[in-house]
């Protein structure tokens, strides 16, 4: 059993590091970024390692996997852009910037954990279904 979780380890540590890469680089696409985009990348890889180790503990699955998904990119993407041009304008310096950035996503970040928990927790989840199909349809098209 310790083998084949050490071989699964590895396998899936192969194939996430090619997409924390790209993950990185959708979220902060802007040119300004460029700098620093190999510590934001390993910033990446260790917000990886948090949430697979939470999500193995936690878990009530004996073969969790928890993984970075792609569905929050476009709303991080904004929120890294968004920030940065609100705090360009505003005259701040690059790494005051960069700190408003990364904390606007942490929060948004930990905001939306929070709701998900407290929808599991209220056994809300099946409220989901009431969203129209085409509503969820177009949100997955858009994500792609």
Partial sequence: AVVHGTVFGLINFVVCVPTLISY??????????????PSLTKLFFLSSAVHQLVFTLRSSLPF????????????????????????????????????TVLVNCALATILTGALVWLVGRM????YVQLLPLPVVGGYLGYIG
């Fill in 24 to 37: 990185a680089a959708i979220v902060f696409r802007l040119e300004a970024f460029n700098g620093d985009m």
């Fill in 64 to 99: 969790a996997v928890g993984q970075v998904q792609d569905v929050g990119l476009i709303f991080l993407s904004q929120i890294s852009t968004h920030t940065y041009l609100l705090a360009q304008a505003e005259g701040l310096g690059y790494n005051e910037i960069l700190a």
């Fill in 123 to 126: 056994k809300l989840s099946g």
